[in-house]
């Protein structure tokens, strides 16, 4: 392990880590020597996640945490730091998109269950943590956006812009907290193979498109958004923040 890059004493809590970028962020960060806790909306498959950090020498521990309900994401903080002592690393990654069509033409439903998954959860854990953080001297909060916070997606118009809105909560929170020693940035991964953008990326028309634009030839697996994400939870970023690192093969190069 490069020195910089060593999360041993770190805790960590990644939220969405059941599976897809979460779930390969999680995994990073409990190589790199954190005790990581992971959350998502229900406990089965976190619980296979722990299981397989701890078979590999990890430590975590699974809470199930609805990420659109202020209680439960506060009690997960408390229940983090009672299981280990402490916070240091904050990985925003729960997300819903539960409309995929004209943006007009979304119920006021989806709308508000988007705006409270995507940016209030965000709003409501950061909330919970930040006092940890402070208290163990400074920190790290990952915030997982997405390329269509910085231009729409197609037929993604709720969803684009509550990652719009997660990025400049980013910069707004790095402002706030540098004076505490807490780093925060955001992560703007293009189109990834996870359940969660399975309604495109099984769209042959659609992923053919993206790949044909794509420099790399592909499209994205969890383990590419990983890498980032140690890289901003670890000491080596400590003069990193308010940023926003796009992740996405290259798709977004203007290209004639």
Same mark, same amino acid.
């Given at each position: ?8 004493g ?24 954190a ?12 619980e296979?996640?722990a ?18 309900? %202020? !209680? #439960? @994401?506060?009690? /997960? ?7 280990? $002592?402490?916070?240091? *690393?904050? &990985? =925003? ?31 409501w ?37 509550? %990652? !719009? #809105? @997660?990025?400049? /909560? ?7 907290? $540098?004076?505490?020693n *807490?780093? &925060? =940035? ?8 996870t ?18 634009r ?7 697996e ?35």
């Open positions: 392990m490069i020195v910089g890059f060593d999360l041993t770190r805790v960590a809590l990644v939220t969405g880590a059941s599976r897809g970028i979460g779930q390969a962020i999680a995994e990073r960060l409990a190589e790199a020597g005790r990581v806790v992971i959350s998502s909306r229900k406990l089965e498959g976190l296979a996640v299981e397989g950090i701890r078979v590999r020498g990890g430590e975590a521990l699974a809470v199930a945490a609805h990420n659109g309900d %202020k !209680a #439960a @994401l506060y009690r /997960l903080a408390e229940q983090a730091v009672e299981a280990f $002592g402490r916070i240091d *690393i904050l &990985v =925003n990654n729960a997300a819903t998109n539960p409309h995929f069509g004209p943006l007009l033409e979304a119920e006021d439903s989806l709308w508000q269950k988007t705006i409270e998954v995507n940016i209030m959860g965000a709003v854990l950061t909330q919970a943590v930040v006092p940890h953080l402070r208290a163990a001297g400074g920190g790290k909060i990952i915030n997982v956006a997405s390329i269509n916070g910085l231009r729409p997606g197609r037929l993604q118009g709720i969803y684009s812009m509550t %990652k !719009a #809105a @997660l990025i400049n /909560l980013t910069q707004t929170l790095a402002m706030e907290l $540098g004076v505490d *807490i780093q &925060v =940035n955001a992560i703007a991964p293009g189109l990834v193979r359940k969660f953008a399975r309604v495109i990326w099984e769209n042959e028309e659609i992923a053919r498109q993206i790949v044909e794509t420099p790399v030839g592909r499209i994205g969890p383990e590419d958004i990983a890498g980032i994400a140690l890289y901003l939870a670890s000491p080596a970023s400590a003069y990193t923040t308010g940023q926003v690192f796009v992740i996405d093969g290259g798709s977004s190069i203007p290209m004639l």
